[in-house]
């Protein structure tokens, strides 16, 4: 399988699914932000980190690149694309997902390991996990505190758009498992067709046991299927 | 323009060092000349009082590349693979704007080691805060956590470990040491000697703007009711343009285009290129219209001495300008030529042609002023504490006041604002004695860590120094590391007090001694004087960053127990020294006598004995014993993880508050699996090694037989409460 | 031309900074605070003589980055 | 009483969003952008009466929470 890592000056999350990809067999290429053209991908990453600082609103200047064209293009005609932490304000930037990330309740850049769980496993970014499973992700960033209107929310609920809400070790969802303030909990959403997956927890990060764990394999994994 | 005694004043120079400076110009400086000689002659970047002391400094081993003298030290750790490393302090800058100042002096550091060639991948900070209950402390806690996190987590360098201190010593001053660690190879290093006539000299990076004038100077000023004034010089830091810088700097080394670089930290562009020239015996001609400004009407005084951030200088091969200019305009940074080596020997300085100053370069680096400051040595306190005459205090209500304070509660508040994990090579994040990192795409790792003991320091300056060492590598062998080297920064009061001079002087006596018979040398470190306000100085406070391999990283090893029913030994002797004790400190306030004394020998009879059984895979897990003695430590052990203990009370006991709060020197507690007791046993005895089995592990309680029984959960809460409630 | 613009955020979206801000300012004491609300502003020069268009062009910059419209409302006005 | 609070990085102080704002403006094609610089802006209500009571206030709001006056400036405007 072909993917592609978008670079965005200030991405800084670039070698770490590189990688993980080439760890899960991927064919991967990195791709800067000024080419103008993409390599023939089947998933496209838009990797975390601090694209442009964050300066003005996190993902809002990489919103704008030159090789962003190319990947809603790719979007549109079924490319899957997973954007981890910035890469998820990258998306709701350039509109590919609605809503939008504030920043997080308590005003702190946050970075430790929460619990997840698997609302849907049945996307091509999931299938390998199970329903409900409860993973351990690490998370770091500044803005992930997602919202969106109420309408929004209510599609993403009745056409099970919701990937994963941050729960405790139990896998209850509650304020208390909430670490950023984020609407629902929510974790990472999907498009209406499913191809695009954003997340603000880092996956890249649970591919090794002697660093972390491995909660994060099965995740590329199921692309990979 | 006249100089005027109070232009000289202003910048720092005493009569005496004007005169000297008319002296070797035979003739007046003018006032870009003097601005120069100012920023070259502080105490910052000369080293004038403490240059003579440093030299006593171990720095060569068979590890050490390159010791200090150059932007940072290196150090060999097998195979083609070297680690840059290097502890800075932005102690003013951080009191006066705490985000900003704890930032740039990241970004700074952050510098110094990739401009050696290396990619940085760990940072790590010590910072002290006056008491909690002082009305600054808050908020100089909360800017500089965020500016540290700030910075680091932006560039995306983990943030791995540190130390967090509270005292009143630092009420008018706090401390920010930041320490940055990178990775080269070590056929690619990069030197700041510059070579050969007439080559590019090279400015890239960020524009220079107004900020940090004379930044160097107010760092070696003591603070005063006017400090307020001195605000504008504040510099604001730029994460973002020092990655492009980081990524763009490294493209460019990866062939030989280079021959000097240099970063440009306090005094700017004066010192990066009387440094390189310096080095080189060469001259060094800048043509400053070319220098790119953020501001207009820019001075070639304002120039020279700004102390913007995210730039370098670069000395390159004849031919690879236009290379290395697409590498920059890559990364959309300016890259400029302003001058070029010479074989004057001066720093020539010229604006539109104007020649603005001429200075010979060894006026301002090999003529700067050296002083012998006198100093006066400090007796060994005799006070003894007698416990018997002081109120009793319950075992168990002494360890929870302990662990609630605000030096031994959990550090999760803070670390938590630092992304640790990016770069994904932490194996053992902050929390543990060090901080693991793998060698990326290698099975080998170094482990990192932080230390100072202030009040040993101000007690018995040559103790306090040997004592610190000694715990910077006792922290390393915890997680099974080889120590290898140390840097170092040296925080003291104003050194034309002779009493801070001793305790400079002694505390550097015991750092040595501590270094060569551990063989654990110094390869670069920082001095920080006239950290006080109006005469009132700070306790003397060198913070050590120690480095160590893990050859094959198989599993890390840390403090947190792992089992149930396992057997935990203590190694080495236990007195029960209280004095300087955290015990007397935070149950009575009392802070007197002498430190723990450190026997060397052994020390590292005990260090190496408890790494081979790490080596062996015999240990569970493994903590050295520091503040708060024994029992905090075996506390430390059970928070965190999900096992208590059960301690019997020795047999031979004086007192079980010595016993338990005593702070004795060159002490581990391991945890041992059943099954490998006899073989560790073994080990022990035949290497001499005292030690004691004083207990087990077990479910849900932390028990001390006799004394005190108290749930792990409760236990977790106490040390968990402290900087949620602040 | 100097031109200034306020970007805040919509009255239905959630203000995390605000509120902390409000809290704060309540906690130090200020307690005839009704509410708070934060944004962002840029003072933005540009070489146009006609204000008419220099106007536009503001609006644009606006509707280009300065401002995520789904979230965030925005007033333009000349310094 | 309703007040906006502009708050902005002082003239030598060092703005990198600004600057990756403009470089950002310049490359999406606005070529007569001369300079742009961003700020904080806040729009306080309190309960105030008396205008100048209001204004003292906020200012004390300014000094005690909002501004950095170490590298800000600040401007307060009654709504
Ligand atoms: N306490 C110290 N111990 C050992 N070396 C030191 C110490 N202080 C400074 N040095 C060395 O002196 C040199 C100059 O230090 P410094 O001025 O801090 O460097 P820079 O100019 O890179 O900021 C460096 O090589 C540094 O490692
Ligand atoms: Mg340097």
Redesign the pocket.
């Known amino acids: 399988m072909n993917s592609s890592v978008i670079v965005f000056p200030g991405s800084n999350c670039d070698r770490d699914i590189a990688v993980a990809l080439e760890k899960m067999q991927f064919k991967n290429k990195m791709v800067w932000h000024k080419e103008t053209k993409l390599p023939k991908s089947d998933l496209i990453v838009i990797p975390g980190g601090f694209s442009y600082g964050d300066y003005l609103r996190s993902g809002a200047i990489a919103g704008k690149s030159l090789i962003i064209d190319e990947v809603i293009k790719a979007a549109k005609s079924g490319c899957l694309i997973l954007g981890i932490c910035n890469g998820f304000q990258i998306l709701t930037e350039t509109g590919l997902l609605k809503g939008t990330l504030l920043r997080n309740r308590n005003l702190k850049f946050i970075n430790k390991d929460v619990n997840i769980k698997v609302i849907n496993n049945k996307t091509s970014f999931t299938s390998k996990y199970k329903l409900n499973q409860i993973l351990k992700i690490n998370i770091a960033h500044n803005e992930g505190n997602y919202f969106t209107d109420k309408d929004h929310l209510n599609k993403l609920k009745n056409e099970n758009l919701i990937a994963f809400q941050y729960c405790d070790v139990n896998g209850n969802i509650s304020d208390q498992s909430n670490p950023n303030g984020a609407v629902e909990n929510i974790a990472g959403i999907y498009n209406s067709k499913k191809n695009i997956l954003g997340m603000m927890p880092h996956p890249e990060r649970m591919v090794d046991n002697l660093i972390s764990n491995t909660d994060g394999i099965n995740l590329f994994a199921s692309i990979m299927n | 323009m006249q100089i005027t005694d109070k232009i000289i004043e202003n910048h720092g120079l005493t009569k005496d060092e004007y005169k000297n400076i008319q002296k070797l110009l035979k003739r007046n400086p003018n006032l870009l000349e003097l601005g120069i000689f100012s920023a070259m002659w502080n105490e ?2 000369s ?1 004038k009082s403490s240059r003579i002391h ?1 030299k006593k ?1 171990p720095t060569k081993g068979k590890q050490v590349i390159q010791g ?6 290196v150090i060999d750790i097998g195979d083609e693979d070297a680690i840059i490393f ?1 502890i ?1 302090s932005h102690n003013h800058p951080s009191y006066i704007e705490p985000y900003q100042g704890a930032a740039t002096g990241v970004g700074g550091i952050l510098r ?1 080691v990739f401009t050696m060639g290396a990619r940085p991948i760990a940072l790590l900070n010590s910072i002290h805060f006056g008491s909690p209950s002082h009305p600054k402390t808050k908020s100089l806690l909360n800017g500089v956590v965020s500016g540290i996190g700030g910075y680091g987590n932006c560039i995306g360098i983990p943030t791995v470990a540190g130390e967090t201190k509270f005292n009143e010593t630092y009420n008018e001053n706090i401390l920010v040491n930041a320490m940055a660690v990178g990775h080269a190879k070590k056929s690619k290093i990069f030197y700041s000697k510059a070579k050969g006539v007439n080559k590019a000299v090279v400015y890239v990076g960020s524009k220079t703007g107004r900020d940090g004038i004379h930044g160097a100077s107010m760092a070696s000023a003591e603070f005063d009711e006017n400090s307020e004034e001195k605000k504008p010089t504040v510099q604001v830091g730029d994460p973002f343009t020092e990655k492009l810088l980081l990524e763009a700097c490294l493209e460019l080394m990866r062939d030989d285009s280079i021959i000097a670089i240099q ?1 440009m ?2 005094a700017g562009l004066t ?1 990066s290129s009387v ?1 390189m020239a310096s080095k080189g015996l060469l001259g060094i001609e800048l043509n400053l219209e070319k220098v790119p400004c953020r501001e207009e009407n820019m001075t070639p005084y304002e120039m020279m001495l700004s102390e913007s951030q995210e730039r370098m200088l670069i000395i390159l091969e004849d031919g690879k300008e236009n290379h290395a200019r697409e590498i920059f305009k890559k990364w959309d940074l300016d890259f400029v030529v302003i001058g070029k080596t010479t074989n004057t020997g001066n720093l020539t300085l010229r604006y539109n042609d104007n020649l603005e100053g001429e200075i010979p370069i060894s006026l301002l680096s090999s003529s700067a002023p050296i002083y012998e400051r006198e100093f006066s040595k400090k007796r060994v306190p005799t006070d003894k504490i007698k416990i018997k005459d002081l109120k009793k205090i319950k075992l168990e209500d002494a360890l929870l006041k302990i662990l609630s304070s605000p030096n031994h509660s959990n550090k999760s508040w803070i670390t938590n604002q630092y992304d640790q994990m990016v770069m994904c090579d932490t194996a053992q994040r902050s929390g543990s004695d060090a901080a693991v990192i793998r060698i990326h795409g290698k099975d080998k790792a170094i482990a990192v860590t932080v230390d100072s003991s202030a009040n040993y320091c101000k007690s018995h300056p040559y103790t306090g120094g040997k004592q610190i060492v000694s715990e910077n590598w006792r922290n390393l062998i915890s997680v099974g590391a080889k120590p290898l080297a140390i840097t ?1 920064c ?1 925080n003291f009061g104003n050194p034309e007090n002779k009493e801070i001079m001793g305790e400079f002087a002694e505390c550097l006596d015991g750092i040595k001694k501590a270094c060569e018979f551990l063989n654990f040398p ?1 390869v ?4 920080s004087f006239y950290n006080g306000t109006n005469n009132k100085n700070i306790d003397p406070t060198p913070v050590i960053g120690g480095v160590g391999l893990i050859k094959k990283l198989v599993q890390p090893i840390n403090h947190m127990f792992k089992g149930n029913n396992n057997i935990i030994i203590l190694i080495g002797k236990t007195f029960g020294h209280l004095e300087q004790s955290c015990y007397l400190k935070e149950n009575y306030s009392i802070i007197s006598g002498k430190p723990p004394e450190v026997n060397l020998i052994n020390e590292k009879n005990n260090g190496e004995a408890v790494l081979n059984l790490i080596n062996l895979n015999l240990i569970s897990s493994a903590h050295d014993i520091s503040s708060g003695g024994l029992i905090t430590a075996l506390s430390e052990m059970s928070i965190g993880s999900n096992f208590g203990v059960k301690i019997k009370k020795p047999k031979k006991l004086t007192s079980s508050i010595e016993y338990f709060f005593g702070e004795d020197q060159s002490r581990y507690i391991l945890e041992i699996n059943e099954k490998n007791l006899i073989e560790v046993e073994k080990i022990l005895q035949s290497k001499n090694i005292y030690y004691e089995k004083i207990g087990f592990t077990q479910d849900n309680n932390f028990e001390i037989e006799g004394e005190m029984k108290i749930s792990i959960n409760d236990l977790f809460k106490v040390n968990n409460q402290w900087y949620n409630n602040y | 031309m100097k031109f200034a613009v306020t970007v805040t955020l919509k009255k239905d979206v959630l203000d995390p900074q605000g509120k902390v801000v409000q809290d704060t300012l309540a906690n130090l004491g200020m307690k005839s605070l009704k509410n708070i609300r934060q944004g962002k502003f840029f003072e933005i020069e540009i070489e146009e003589k006609n204000q008419l268009k220099a106007e536009e062009l503001i609006n644009d910059m606006c509707k280009k980055l300065l401002v995520n419209l789904i979230i965030e409302d925005y007033k333009i006005s000349k310094l």
């Open positions: 910052h970047c080293y440093l400094l200090p003298g150059e932007n940072a030290g290097k800075e110094d970063d930290g306090a010192s440094e170092n040296l110094v670069s470190g920082n001095v």
